[in-house]
């Protein structure tokens, strides 16, 4: 008696581990016990995460729109960092080090804010990884065609309001900035969850 309860312990046990193994390789997870306690301990850990997704993101960013403007004489990288209409930061004459920071650092809250965002969704049910990716570069997108107009206010070096081409470089990198974390808010989601809880 005592070896088939062992038989039907160690059977429940692997089918656990399967069912596990399945959500993670289809890249969803379902609310429950384990998602509580992922919004219960880690508060700290995960919004460090988050803040490193949106660095690592901002700089890919940057140098990206960098590359844009270097290669095809766009000035959209300008437009990134300029600050001309920013009531305090105008009155001083930032470096690009200074200007490429402050970027940086909307970026990490920006990331922050999604993570938090996508941790209440994530109570309500299934999470999937391309449904994240999905949201944060349309959010990319939307950020970037309220940002583009604000050309209007440098005082000089950003690129036309009506120049085309800037336009579709500076919406696309701001899709893939979007979708890039996506993929890493999502990710920092997943190993919280799974290696918190004990999977």
Same mark, same amino acid.
Request: charged share 15%.
């Given at each position: 008696?005592?070896?088939? #309860? &062992?038989?039907?312990?160690?059977?429940?046990?692997?089918?656990?581990?399967?069912?596990?193994?399945?959500? &993670?390789?289809?890249?969803?997870?379902?609310?429950?016990?384990?998602?509580?306690?992922?919004?219960?301990?880690?508060?700290?850990?995960?919004?460090?995460?988050?803040?490193?997704?949106?660095?690592?993101?901002?700089?890919?960013?940057?140098?990206?729109?960098?590359?844009?403007?270097?290669?095809?004489?766009?000035?959209?990288?300008?437009?990134?960092? &300029?600050? #001309?209409?920013?009531?305090?930061?105008?009155?001083?004459?930032?470096?690009?080090?200074?200007?490429?920071?402050?970027?940086?650092?909307?970026?990490?809250?920006?990331?922050?804010?999604?993570?938090?965002?996508?941790?209440?969704?994530?109570?309500?049910?299934?999470?999937?990884?391309?449904?994240?990716?999905?949201?944060?570069?349309?959010?990319?997108?939307?950020?970037?065609?309220?940002?583009?107009?604000?050309?209007?206010?440098?005082?000089?070096?950003?690129?036309?309001? #009506?120049?085309?081409?800037?336009?579709?470089?500076?919406?696309?990198?701001?899709?893939?900035?979007?979708?890039?974390?996506?993929?890493?808010?999502?990710?920092?989601?997943?190993?919280?969850?799974?290696?918190?809880?004990?999977?």
């Amino acid at each position: 008696m005592g070896k088939r #309860d &062992n038989k039907a312990s160690s059977a429940q046990r692997a089918h656990r581990r399967e069912s596990s193994s399945a959500g &993670n390789s289809t890249g969803t997870w379902s609310a429950g016990r384990e998602t509580e306690r992922f919004f219960a301990r880690g508060r700290v850990s995960s919004l460090l995460f988050y803040g490193l997704a949106g660095l690592l993101s901002g700089v890919l960013l940057g140098l990206a729109l960098k590359a844009v403007q270097h290669f095809t004489g766009h000035e959209v990288y300008r437009l990134l960092l &300029n600050a #001309d209409y920013v009531p305090v930061l105008k009155e001083f004459r930032l470096s690009e080090r200074a200007e490429f920071g402050i970027h940086l650092v909307i970026s990490i809250v920006l990331c922050i804010i999604l993570g938090l965002i996508w941790e209440r969704l994530a109570r309500g049910g299934r999470l999937s990884g391309s449904k994240m990716t999905g949201a944060t570069a349309a959010v990319g997108i939307l950020i970037g065609a309220l940002l583009y107009p604000t050309t209007l206010l440098s005082s000089g070096g950003t690129p036309p309001i #009506d120049s085309l081409p800037s336009w579709l470089w500076w919406l696309s990198v701001h899709a893939v900035y979007g979708a890039v974390s996506g993929v890493l808010l999502f990710q920092v989601l997943r190993v919280f969850l799974f290696r918190r809880s004990g999977y």
